[in-house]
């Protein structure tokens, strides 16, 4: 019951450890140190993708608007805006009280400026680029007024906007530092970025001056903490014993048996986090035999028990998916949750409807002398190897061989590329539903992320209407009709929304995570002795 309520508490996506209260505009003058649990090869938010760069970087830059936990859009560095009728032109209003933390005035060139240098093909983004969509330019109206442009209509491009990776940078610190800017990183945001050692250590020290901290914060002025430094712990072992010693008071991606432990203390405070965007899940090839069989695909799905792999594999802490979408992303449709609820007798109808017995009584089915084998590729990470075992003997019980090999997430890239797979698992984090785009679209079927190799025209019509069309009313209709084509098609196996388990120690106060699941508030966060 208490991971129960601890997960309810997650889904509301407004993770607050402990009791925030008003709390005092007064620093503190404490300092903690944050738990990272990969190092990436680069954190320029412009130009590298990782979900772990943001972690230390939301408090580095504002958002022109920011996505609160109830997924309403506030104003950031823009006081307001206005989207033209046709979805073509956003006009930003901007904050006049606002200064870089090298003292560069922030304004309408900062905000061009920082665009421009994510659109331009020399910056080679691997990700901020693709979230500013169909961009077009930046026109300067005046000072404080700036119109962005889009070829066509972009619905996502709030949510886009409101993330570190489209932030705005000072453009006197990137003409000062060129390719050296990761390391001398400049916002305007709470905490000003000081030292950066690749695979060591990342420090942040409080911004003095910060005074235009957005309304759903309790306060205003400086942040409580004078530092945080974030430390690289990329072996999962090490990161509770770092709790547990006091050499780390926040970590990111707890093992789930850890968890268990930590939950049952009252010296740490555990937090799931559910991520948006899409669930692990496993696509489905529909051109290889014979998961090019829409019966076989879902018997498939109904022969795999999901809450059981949850319960085992995850402890419970994150709940079974049903389709393409997890929960807590805008317009997920809980119709899907009504399909595919395991039935192994029903899994085991459509497999004979589709022609396959077991003739000879080895306990595989098959047909005209071909046994029911199946390829799986595993990547190392995410637990995938577990439920990629649990998968393989649920499957066994309806007479269905699956043989799988692991391989590192290049490697498999290779294979995808050759179509040498029947199931292959993987997923992507984001808060608007156009992510599907990226996995369902015709268009990225060859060279894409589009692995259950599916081409299909009336859903490539959804997803662009999805992505053009700016009424949340017709954008939730849409994305229910691509979510429930989607499982009724099969072309997936979804096995359990991504929860980032997260855990601090109980002195820790005031902490709360953004829409997206990964990134901390470290604004008000303090440090209160017990």
């Not at 707890?254 to 991520?275: C, F, K, T």
């Not at 637990?383 to 007479?399: A, F, H, N, S, T």
Request: glycine share 6%; charged share 25%.
């Amino acid at each position: 019951m208490k991971r129960y309520l601890i997960l309810l508490a997650a889904m509301s996506m407004l993770v607050v450890v402990s009791t925030t209260g008003c709390g005092s505009p007064q620093a503190s003058g404490a300092s903690i140190v944050y738990g990272l649990t990969l190092t990436p090869s680069g954190i320029d938010p412009h130009i590298d993708a990782s979900s772990e760069l943001g972690i230390p970087l939301t408090s580095v830059y504002d958002p022109l608007v920011w996505l609160t936990p109830d997924g309403e859009f506030v104003p950031g560095l823009a006081e307001s805006w206005e989207v033209s009728e046709d979805g073509l032109v956003y006009t930003f209003h901007l904050r006049d009280d606002v200064t870089f933390h090298d003292g560069t005035p922030f304004n309408a060139e900062a905000v061009r400026f920082s665009l421009d240098r994510i659109a331009a093909p020399e910056t080679k983004s691997r990700k901020a680029r693709g979230m500013l969509g169909p961009y077009e330019r930046t026109e300067i109206v005046d000072e404080q007024t700036v119109r962005i442009h889009f070829e066509e209509p972009y619905a996502p491009f709030l949510a886009s906007l409101s993330t570190v990776y489209l932030a705005m940078v000072s453009p006197e610190a990137v003409a000062e530092w060129g390719d050296e800017y990761q390391f001398h990183q400049v916002g305007t945001g709470p905490f000003v970025f000081e030292e950066y050692v690749p695979k060591d250590h990342l420090t942040l020290v409080r911004n003095e001056d910060y005074d235009w901290a957005p309304s759903f914060f309790d306060h205003q002025g400086p942040p409580k903490l004078e530092e945080v430094t974030f430390r690289f712990y990329t072996d999962p072992a090490t990161r509770v014993l770092a709790l547990e010693s006091d050499e780390a008071q926040v970590m990111g991606e707890i093992p789930p048996q850890d968890a268990v432990r930590l939950d049952d203390s009252s010296d740490y405070q555990l937090m799931a986090v559910p991520i948006p965007g899409q669930p692990l899940q496993f696509f489905m090839n529909t051109r290889r035999p014979p998961t090019d069989s829409q019966q076989v695909r879902k018997a498939l799905i109904y022969a795999v028990n999901r809450p059981a792999i949850v319960q085992t594999v995850f402890k419970s802490y994150s709940p079974p998916s049903y389709g393409p979408l997890n929960r807590s992303t805008f317009a997920y449709d809980p119709a899907v949750e009504g399909t595919y609820a395991y039935d192994p007798e029903r899994a085991a109808d459509l497999l004979e409807e589709a022609g396959w017995t077991d003739s000879d009584g080895d306990g595989i089915r098959d047909r005209d002398g071909q046994p029911l084998e199946l390829e799986t590729i595993l990547m190392g990470w995410g637990y995938i190897p577990e439920v990629g075992q649990m998968i393989q003997d649920q499957l066994k019980q309806v007479g269905v061989a699956l043989q799988s090999r692991q391989t590192t997430f290049s490697n498999a890239l290779g294979d995808v590329a050759e179509g040498s797979y029947h199931l292959v698992p993987f997923l992507f984090s984001n808060s608007d539903p156009d992510i599907l785009r990226t996995t369902f679209h015709s268009g990225n079927v060859d060279g894409g992320f589009n692995w259950s190799k599916v081409s299909d025209s009336q859903l490539d019509a959804w997803l662009e209407d999805g992505k053009q069309s700016i009424d949340e009313v017709e954008r939730r209709r849409i994305y229910a009709e691509i979510q429930q084509h989607i499982m009724e098609e099969a072309m997936i196996l979804p096995i359990r929304d991504y929860v980032n388990l997260n855990a601090a120690s109980a002195d820790v106060q005031g902490l709360r995570y953004d829409r997206q699941g990964w990134f901390p508030w470290l604004y008000e966060v303090d440090v209160e002795e017990r």
